[in-house]
């Protein structure tokens, strides 16, 4: 079983950044992945990037892609997320998964709390 704590939210203006960081503590077997996802009130939960458990491979939705970055430390347990040039629709609280996350419909074998990211106009 894996456990996941996220960290780096909150509040910053339009064009701003930040950086997601994801802890996992346990160990995963297989080729799964690692990633993050939001989920804003009053949208559905929408898939934001995610990399591969054991390699380098990344995979990123189309709002998230070529402003977010993910990257991963299996060293450290810890995956990140770079977020440039933010805007207000990215508000939402973000929250990081392990499991098939880029299929369909994904599957979740844990995820965390999750950390809100909040971007002012």
């Known amino acids: 079983q894996v456990r996941l704590v996220e960290s780096g939210g909150g509040l910053v203006q339009s064009g701003g950044s930040l950086k997601l960081s994801c802890a996992a503590s346990g160990r995963a077997d297989g080729k799964y992945e690692l990633g993050w996802f939001r989920q804003a009130p009053e949208k559905a939960r929408e898939f934001v990037a995610a990399?591969?458990?054991?390699?380098?491979?990344?995979f990123y939705g189309a709002s998230a892609q070529g402003r977010f970055t993910i990257s991963r430390a299996n060293a450290r347990n810890t995956v990140y997320l770079q977020m440039d040039d933010l805007r207000p629709e990215d508000t939402a609280r973000y929250h990081c998964?392990?499991?098939?996350?880029?299929?369909?419909?994904?599957?979740?074998?844990?995820w965390g709390q999750g950390s809100q990211v909040t971007v002012s106009s």
């Open positions: 998964s392990v499991g098939m996350l880029t299929r369909t419909v994904p599957a979740f074998y844990t």
């Open positions: 990399i591969e458990w054991d390699g380098d491979k990344a």
